[in-house]
């Protein structure tokens, strides 16, 4: 590595440099199968949360049933997984089922809108003593040991919604959300009339009133504060942060993805991967179908079909499908019984998650309900199991705990036990 | 994500009475050897012959005082008498101190200079808009417009209840029973029957008697019940039924439509009145049978009156008698101002989630309850207590990052995105020059800013304000964002340019630039880093030297200082 080049350069380079090794060894027949092996798995794992907002309907999605009064319009097809059928309206996602592992046992107690979704992101039911962290500020706190995908990229990013924060880990740890997925981040180039010299200048200054500030009031919010300045200006200065914009990407590839604000998403969190994001969440809303269920479902679906398949079978293509664990959920299931409106209203007893890639058995339905998708009848997968099972498989310990300002423990997870049938 | 800014009453400790704690001994001389000087104690100062908040603010001190000597808690010194009166404006009536206030401030000798300010702000202009504000946010939350709910008009309507002085639990009945009309009749030319603006309370939660029972329950009393809207509560042992008696309570109110309102095409007119049988809901509302089989019962218990259902539920609501609504509002009143309430968070009271230091919480309760409600006399009271006045943050660095034992130390907050950003069109001028001419750019450079911040999804809910605590969105925003670009551009007419145009001295400019973001003169060794950022060489032209003032403006805009309350 030459001297004098920018850290990011460096990174690239070396990067660059493992990667090019890794091929060589690999293509080399004198490379042994444990050394590239030991190369790909020193990569750390990454999890891309496709978040289903509103609380979709598993009846018109991943469990359809036959019974005339609960089942809809929807019709149901086959899959690539004996015995699974899931929506007519999810044609190429059934096509790569191999890959997916169908949780249709998920059971959860909250069905209020805000403490779901609470539940959802952070593993944990709401609790007013506490804020707890979402899933990617444990991976951004916990999970940064190895560097051999180093970036000046965050470590934990949202497209299209806010996700949840870091809660007691702190600012830092928190998701960068960007607004419209597919874009360039806003507010990352200069203000217009200012250059690289006058912005040295000011920032100079700013740094200088920042240490004062923080040496009078020494405080763990404005420490944390000024590490996100830290990263916010780290990344106005990286060409990484290209990975958001999909406006230089080959059309054919985009429209793989639908071509959807959902789509690019899918497609950035790829590309953020690729670039060593430890999590990403894409956000597809509407899910809240109180009101003609049927066809904003299916207007829906046709969003997350080309979208979650595509993502998947590029991932595999890209040999990238064991390193991350894709998770496809929202706050809970709907209602077996149809109101008024031609909608279904919340229903947290029984409804659907799918996971797919790091260490996530493919080709797989676990747990089952009744014949009107009202309850779970076999092997029920709650919250914290399915946080356990997700943790578990990107290599953190379900039980690791870390102390918040008042000296209390707080697990990753809820108590929550790995699904071993999940698990490959 | 859990309503994290107010703190929420939890225990069920009913009101005692804490007369006693006015008869208690002076304290013991001998105290631990503190390692900063001590202060000359209130408690030794001999009563006032008034039961003015004086009373109030001797008597938190004192308890507090024991609290931390019995527990070895050295508090942390005052603080200066700049950052107080930054934090107690801001605190008050939301805005940021004039140069002209910091410099009397810190110019008056007075002893009692900090009652004097705090009586000002209270009984000045600014008080009834920011506390309309305050209550319309936490009231109406950030609720997708419903039907009919006009906004502007219930602020209006706090805010002249606030500025006429009335009582906390006038207003909360006038809220919780509200009828009538939402808006003036176009066609009525004199009127028999005014609007009543209050009734947007119950218009913006009425589809669900569930919800605004879940919300006259944690918005009024400090009391978490919606979770027993669907099972048992988890943990306490509110059961099923008591929640839809309550909710039934709610549920007697009919919203009829009445024509289009003055505005036209705008909020609909419409009626809200009480009546006597359940209004017919749609048919497979999982609602309907649980409402059917309810009567109105208040949360002890206790029948409501069937005839009148929601006065009566009000008139429980707002009783001095009834154990939470007095301790629902001294405990946001002191989250509000000293970080972190008696309970956390300020709306879940309950036997599992009991207060610290209950016999303070009480003591200013009961003080409410018998002072006719008045929030003007609890937040004069709080303001000028002395754990209010104590330095933030922890110089020493022992235990960043861990809470703070009973207040001891000052809480170091950001400002929320809507106070963030009214702080830099204040700070920076911005607003003046905007308001001045086109008052739909301020209103639209606004919205813009606030979307860096927040976001709200398109559910059945309403959602709490977007848990903001400093994103990389925001600093970007702040770093490189068109609101602090605008502020800081030398634009003909803004503040910044009328400064620099009037004040041929650089250091004079330097001066009204810290004042007017940080609220303080700058320190030497930021005056002479000031004078070099801006420094040009001599004969330059005024654009050099204007560019060196915007950098400035810009860093103080960005620092942490002047984006934290603390």
């Known amino acids: 590595m030459t001297t004098g080049t920018s850290s990011r350069s460096e990174g690239t380079s070396r990067r660059g440099f493992l990667g090019g090794l890794t091929a060589l060894l690999a293509a080399s027949s004198l490379a042994s199968p444990r050394s590239a092996f030991a190369a790909a798995a020193a990569r750390p794992?990454?999890?891309i949360v496709l978040w289903m907002n509103g609380g979709p309907s598993h009846l018109d999605t991943w469990d359809p049933k036959t019974s005339a009064k609960i089942a809809g319009p929807f019709r149901s097809i086959a899959t690539r997984t004996p015995g699974l059928r899931i929506s007519e309206h999810l044609p190429r996602i059934a096509s790569v089922s191999n890959h997916l592992a169908v949780v249709r046992g998920m059971t959860s107690r909250e069905g209020n809108h805000a403490r779901a979704s609470y539940l959802l992101h952070t593993g944990y039911a709401p609790n007013p003593t506490i804020v707890h962290p979402a899933l990617g500020g444990w991976m951004a706190k916990l999970g940064r040991g190895d560097d051999a995908v180093p970036s000046e990229l965050p470590a934990f990013v949202s497209l299209g919604g806010p996700s949840a924060s870091a809660g007691f880990l702190g600012v830092e740890y928190g998701p960068f959300v960007v607004r419209k997925a597919g874009a360039l981040p806003e507010n990352l180039a200069l203000a217009p009339g200012v250059d690289a010299a006058r912005?040295?200048?000011?920032?100079?200054?700013?740094?200088?009133?920042?240490?004062?500030?923080?040496?009078?009031?020494?405080?763990?919010?404005?420490?944390?504060?000024?590490?996100?300045?830290r990263k916010a200006r780290a990344l106005m200065d990286t060409a990484d942060v290209a990975a958001f914009d999909v406006s230089t990407v080959p059309e054919a590839e985009r429209k793989a993805y639908g071509g959807t604000a959902f789509g690019d998403g899918c497609l950035v969190a790829r590309r953020l991967v690729e670039k060593g994001v430890r999590t990403v969440e894409v956000v597809l809303d509407g899910w809240d179908t109180h009101d003609d269920g049927f066809t904003r479902v299916a207007n829906l679906s046709k969003t997350l079909d080309p979208a979650f398949s595509a993502l998947v079978q590029d991932l595999a293509a890209r040999g990238l499908l064991a390193h991350t664990l894709v998770v496809c959920m929202g706050e809970f299931g709907r209602t077996p019984v149809i109101n008024a409106r031609s909608g279904r209203d919340h229903h947290p007893g029984a409804w659907s998650a799918v996971l797919a890639g790091g260490g996530i058995r493919g080709g797989v339905v676990h747990g089952a309900t009744d014949d009107r998708g009202d309850k779970v009848v076999s092997d029920a997968v709650t919250v914290p199991d399915l946080f356990?099972?997700?943790?578990?498989?990107?290599?953190?310990?379900p039980d690791r705990t870390l102390m918040t300002p008042i000296g209390r423990p707080i697990a990753v997870t809820d108590e929550g036990t790995p699904v071993k049938a999940l698990l490959v | 994500m859990p309503p994290t800014k107010f703190l929420t009453h939890g225990s069920f400790v009913a009101?005692?009475?804490?007369?006693?704690?006015?008869?208690?001994?002076?304290?013991?001389?001998?105290?631990p050897a503190p390692r900063r000087p001590s202060v000359a104690t209130t408690g030794?100062?001999?009563v006032p012959a008034s039961d003015g908040p004086e009373i109030l603010v001797s008597a938190v001190d004192r308890i507090l005082a024991d609290a931390w000597t019995r527990r070895g808690i050295v508090p942390n010194p005052a603080a200066d008498d700049a950052t107080f009166l930054r934090r107690v404006t801001l605190d008050l009536v939301g805005t940021l101190p004039t140069p002209e206030e910091i410099e009397a401030f810190l110019a008056d000798t007075s002893t009692d200079k900090k009652g004097k300010l705090v009586r000002g702000l209270v009984s000045g202009p600014k008080f009834a808009p920011f506390w309309s504000r305050y209550w319309t946010e936490a009231l109406l939350g950030h609720a997708r417009p419903a039907r009919g709910v006009d906004r502007e008009a219930f602020r209006a309507w706090l805010e002249e209840s606030f500025r006429a002085g009335r009582g906390w639990d006038r207003v909360a009945f006038d809220v919780l029973r509200a009828s009538g009309s939402n808006e003036p009749d176009p066609g009525d030319v004199s009127p028999s029957e005014p609007p009543n603006p209050a009734v947007a309370w119950t218009l913006a939660y009425v589809a669900k008697p569930a919800d605004i029972a879940g919300h006259a329950s944690r918005d009024f009393l400090g009391v978490q019940i919606q979770c027993a809207q669907c099972h048992d509560h988890k943990t306490e042992s509110w059961k099923r039924t008591d929640f839809w008696n309550f909710a039934s309570a709610f549920a007697r109110v009919r919203v009829t439509s009445a024509g289009m309102d003055a505005k036209g095409a705008g909020a609909r007119r419409v009626i809200v009145e009480d009546v006597r049988k359940l209004p017919p809901r749609a048919k497979n509302d999982p609602d309907n049978e649980a409402l059917a089989t309810a009567k109105p019962k208040a949360l002890d218990g206790s029948l409501l009156d069937p005839d009148d259902p929601r006065a009566a539920m009000a008139r429980w609501i707002v009783d001095r008698k009834n154990p939470w609504f007095a301790r629902a509002f001294v405990n946001r009143m002191w989250g509000h101002f000293l970080g972190r309430g008696f309970v956390n968070p300020t709306d879940d009271m309950r036997p599992s989630?009991?207060?610290?230091?209950?016999?303070?919480?009480?003591?200013?309760?009961d003080d409410f309850a018998s002072h006719g409600f008045d929030p003007r006399r609890l937040v004069s009271a709080l303001a000028l207590t002395r754990v209010y006045g104590l330095a933030a943050g922890d110089p020493e660095g022992e235990a960043r990052g861990k809470e703070v034992p009973l207040w001891s130390r000052f809480r170091v907050t950001p400002l929320g995105p809507s106070e963030l950003t009214d702080a830099l069109l204040e700070a920076s001028g911005t607003r003046a020059l905007l308001e001045d001419g086109k008052p739909d750019a301020l209103e639209a450079l606004r919205n813009r800013a606030l979307r860096a911040y927040g976001f709200l999804f398109d559910v059945d809910e309403d959602s709490d304000a977007p848990d903001y605590e400093g994103s990389m969105a925001g600093a970007l925003a702040g770093l490189n964002g068109q609101l602090v670009a605008k502020a800081t551009l030398l634009a003909p007419k803004s503040a910044l340019f009328a400064l620099v145009r009037d004040t041929k001295d650089d250091d004079a400019i330097v001066r009204a630039l810290f004042l007017r973001t940080l609220g303080r003169p700058?320190?030497?060794?930021?005056?002479?880093?000031?004078?070099e950022l801006v420094r040009v060489p001599p004969g330059s032209r005024p654009m050099v030297r204007a560019k060196g003032f915007e950098d400035l403006l810009w860093a103080l805009l960005n620092s942490s200082e002047f984006q934290f309350n603390h």
């Open chain 1, 45 to 47: 794992k990454s999890c």
């Open chain 1, 199 to 229: 912005a040295g200048r000011r920032t100079a200054f700013l740094d200088s009133l920042e240490e004062g500030f923080a040496s009078r009031i020494a405080s763990a919010k404005i420490d944390g504060r000024r590490s996100v300045l």
């Open chain 2, 15 to 31: 009101t005692v009475l804490v007369a006693s704690a006015c008869g208690a001994p002076p304290r013991p001389s001998s105290t």
């Open chain 2, 353 to 365: 989630n009991p207060p610290e230091l209950p016999e303070l919480e009480a003591l200013l309760a």
């Open chain 2, 522 to 531: 700058p320190r030497e060794d930021e005056r002479a880093r000031a004078h």
């Open chain 1, 388 to 397: 356990a099972t997700v943790v578990h498989a990107l290599g953190i310990a």
């Open chain 2, 44 to 46: 030794d100062a001999p």
